[in-house]
């Protein structure tokens, strides 16, 4: 195996890890659920028609159990916690939520919908025809043309395992993020800001700055602490795509309303 093949297996892993990122942690995460960018009217809608087809998720389903985790987060009706699932658990914990939820959507649940008023675009039709599995065998068929067209069979696992690698990234959030490392924040909850997670994850591990501060675009806090999400959502914004809302800089300097105000 040469040093150039190697060099673009890596680079075709990188490329499908990224395209992946790309969508769950700043189109569905930073975006759809929390509203912290803004996609613009046509990013908007090329996410949710491609959403479902890129990440093998649906962009509705994904933002409303991520919206429950914080609202019920590290309880016995946080769809993934590790105090409840345990740490290895919590993978099918995620997978089982995310069913549900589904479920609950097309039935038009109360317990769901009241969740995302704002998401005002149903569940892909790839999930109502419960043709979920179709995504899947797309990238299985990209891995096997790669392979069949240019006899590189390892080039095209690497483009699967990057773009297919959602279950994995989001196995070490919602587990290690709750169970090991660091907080800078008094919460309710159990989050944690584990930095390994974060370096992985694109700034997805610093679960207690973001429990905190669920708005703000950027996840980190401290001096130290690297948010590569948060760039990625500047090189974003430049281009034109999305617009950062706010950081919760902007969270800290506003002061909180007064009962009277709140009223």
Known sequence: MSLSYVLACIGMLVFGYLLNILYITVFYHRGLTHNAVKLSPLTRK??????????????KGWSVMHRM????????????????????????????SYNKVLRGLMKKDPMYTSVAPDLDFPVNWLNRKKMWL?????????????????????????????????????????????AYGYRNFDQDDDSRNNTAVAWLVFGEGYQNNHHRHPSSAKFSVKWFEVDMGYALCHVLQAMGIVKIQGTFEDEVATPE????ARA
């Open 69 to 96: 985790h914080h609202v019920h987060s590290d309880t016995e009706l946080d769809p993934h916690s590790p105090k409840h699932y345990g740490i290895f658990g919590v993978m099918l914990a995620q997978l089982h």
């Open 46 to 59: 090329f996410v949710i028609l491609t959403g479902n087809w890129v990440t093998g998720l649906d962009p």
């Open 257 to 260: 309303p007064t009962a009277a």
């Open 134 to 178: 179709m995504p899947y065998l797309l990238h299985v068929a990209i891995w096997f043309g790669i392979g069949f067209a240019y006899d590189a069979w390892m080039l095209g696992y690497c483009y699967f395992v990057g773009i297919m690698s959602h279950p994995i990234q989001g196995w070490l959030v919602n587990s290690l993020g709750h």
